[in-house]
Every structure is written in structure tokens, then in C-alpha cells.
């Protein structure tokens, strides 16, 4: 007679399917929130780019730069993007394993920061002139920032080989959303709803991850602090023009630079704090 060793009794056999049903729904969640925004992307009807969004409330120049709030506060995102990867360079040359477990694990932040500093000139570039043209090199790197975010959250919440396997194909996703939208356009059948997917899908996956995994790092509860900011720099951004009527000092659209900036520094903060658990 063949014994198994050790013995498996019906209780653990149940809590080992209960386990397993868990974590299936648990990933089903996320996986149905990108499934379900693609979709919106791919097959509802086409969105067109308002022309009324190129018209900002402050387009005062100043020292020869044209609307000079909006393009100047992009400075912001070069800050803070070159601070991050200043730290991830300290990080890798000094081999600590305290705030990444592999340094497999910094590549997505490293990503992420690029994206956040090349958005700087993308969008800075956009704002001396706007216009559909250069509204492209504005979010072209958002679109790299939004993905290898997605793939670092992946990787400290949920798999790290699965983060690493996501990063690249997601940050071609993103910048071919842009890429479609200004195809569209140009071929006289435009549609910006894939880009918007990608965009708001991001956020929605990102947060799903963060609410169903527990981060293996300290400070893990940074990312709600960097949606929030996001969250206040798309209102600033809606409320552009009664914002800059309220006081004729600063805009909306400049003051969503400046939260969504900030957003991202609260979150080189916590890396920079964190400790794995």
C-alpha cells in the first residue's frame, strides 16, 4: 500500500482550495478592470480631441517665454524625475537590499522616472505652442510614466518576474495609444478613446493591485497619496479657467503640474524611507 507523507486531511485539503480560489479572485479583479478598459478603448465609438482644450486661462509670457506659467511649472517634473533616478543610481551602486529585494525591481521605477523627466520637456514644448502636434510629445512620455508604474506595482505586490515580463509591452501599449490617436487624426477618422483607456485604466489597475496586495515594503500606502494627487491635478485641470478668474496669479493647468509633481515626489519619498517587511 503507497502512504502519503505527510498525511493531507480534508481541513487542510479544503483551506488549500479556499487559497487558491482567493488568489484566482483576486487576480481576476485587476486582469477584469484592464480587460474591461481595452475593451472601452478598442470598441465604443470614436472620441474626438476638443479643440477648446488647447485654449488655456493664463497665457501670460514672461522673459519671452510664451504662457509662461503653464510651460515653466513643467520644470517641476524634471526635478523631481532626476532626483528619482539619482537615488536609484545611489541604490544600485551601493547594493543594499533593504528598499529593493533585486535590482531587477528598480528597472520599472527607473522607467517611471525617465517618463516623469522626459514629460517635463514633452510638455513644456507643448505649452509655448499648443496644438494637436505637439499635444503628442506631451503625452508620449505620460504614457511611458503610467505603464512602468503599473509593472513596479505588479512587481512588489504581486510577482516580480511578472512585473518585469510586463514592463516592456505595457509602455508600448501606451505609446502606441498616442501613436494611434495622431494616425486617426491625421487619416481623417480620429479617435482618442485608447489613449483615454490607457490612461484611466492605468490608475484603475494600479489601484485594484494596491487594495487586493499587500506590499512586501514598509510605506506601501504612498501609492493612494499619489492617486490623490492625481486626482486633484485633473480637477485643477477641469477648473482651469474659474481657478485663474478666482485671483488672476496662478491657473489651474498650472497647478495640475505642480500636485501631479508633487504626487510623484511623495512617492520618491516612501521609496527612499521604505524597508521590506
Given amino acids: 500500500m503507497i502512504r502519503r507523507w505527510p498525511p493531507c486531511s480534508p481541513g487542510l485539503s479544503i483551506a488549500v482550495v479556499n487559497g487558491t480560489l ?3 479572485a483576486k487576480a481576476a479583479v485587476p486582469l477584469a478592470l484592464a480587460l474591461g478598459y481595452a475593451a472601452w ?7 474626438l480631441q476638443p479643440q477648446e482644450y488647447h485654449r488655456f486661462a493664463d497665457a501670460r509670457a514672461f522673459l519671452g517665454v510664451a504662457n509662461a506659467a503653464d510651460t515653466l511649472s513643467n520644470l517641476a517634473f524634471l526635478v523631481v524625475g532626476l532626483l528619482g533616478l539619482a537615488f536609484l ?26 517618463g516623469v523627466a522626459l514629460t517635463s520637456a514633452g510638455s513644456a514644448y507643448y505649452h509655448l505652442a499648443p496644438d494637436d502636434a505637439r499635444l503628442v510629445w506631451d503625452r508620449l512620455p505620460m504614457t511611458i510614466a503610467f505603464m512602468s508604474l503599473v509593472a513596479a506595482v505588479v512587481s512588489e505586490r504581486v510577482s516580480l518576474r511578472l512585473g518585469a515580463a510586463l514592463l516592456w509591452p505595457l509602455v508600448l501599449i501606451g505609446l502606441a495609444s ?39 515594503y514598509t510605506h506601501g500606502a504612498v501609492i493612494f497619496v499619489l ?22 496669479q496662478v491657473s489651474g493647468h498650472t497647478l495640475k503640474h505642480l500636485a501631479a509633481a508633487l504626487g510623484i515626489y511623495f512617492l520618491l519619498r516612501a521609496l527612499q524611507r521604505r524597508t521590506r517587511r
Fill in 89 to 114: 543610481q545611489r541604490e544600485r551602486a551601493s547594493g543594499s537590499s533593504e528598499r529593493f529585494a533585486s535590482p531587477r525591481e528598480m528597472l520599472p521605477y527607473r522607467v517611471f522616472f525617465a
Fill in 178 to 216: 498616442v501613436v494611434y490617436w495622431r494616425w486617426s487624426e491625421v487619416a481623417g477618422s480620429e479617435n482618442l478613446r485608447p489613449y483615454l483607456a490607457v490612461q484611466f485604466g492605468t490608475i484603475a489597475v494600479v489601484l485594484a493591485v494596491s487594495l487586493l496586495y499587500r506590499s512586501r
Fill in 22 to 24: 482567493q488568489a484566482a
Fill in 227 to 248: 492617486a490623490a494627487a492625481y486626482g486633484v491635478a485633473k480637477l485643477t485641470e477641469v477648473y482651469d479657467r474659474p481657478i485663474f478668474a478666482a485671483g488672476q
Fill in 41 to 47: 478603448g478598442m470598441f465604443w465609438p470614436a472620441l
